[in-house]
């Protein structure tokens, strides 16, 4: 019975982190799409070659998590 609960504790543990590394790429490929999308759009509207491009940082809220959880 107690090395039951260890593997599901050890389930639950794997689950929760990919579950976080899963939204943790789902928000870096959100933001990498919106870089894309704003830079096309920057680019379509301006003639000339722009001067700044607008750089979307990744949110980096589930890092300090996964280095907990690693």
Same mark, same amino acid.
């Given at each position: 019975m107690y090395t039951h609960n260890l593997?599901?504790? *050890?389930?639950?543990?794997?689950?929760?982190? *990919?579950?976080?590394y899963v939204s943790y790429l789902a928000n870096y490929f959100l933001h990498v799409s919106l870089l894309f999308t704003t830079? /096309? *759009? /920057?680019?379509q509207n301006m003639p000339h070659y722009p001067t700044h491009i607008p750089i979307y940082i990744p949110?980096?809220?589930?890092v300090p998590m996964i280095l907990i959880l690693i």
């Open positions: 593997c599901t504790s *050890i389930e639950i543990v794997t689950y929760l982190f *990919i579950y976080i830079t /096309f *759009i /920057f680019l949110n980096a809220q589930y």
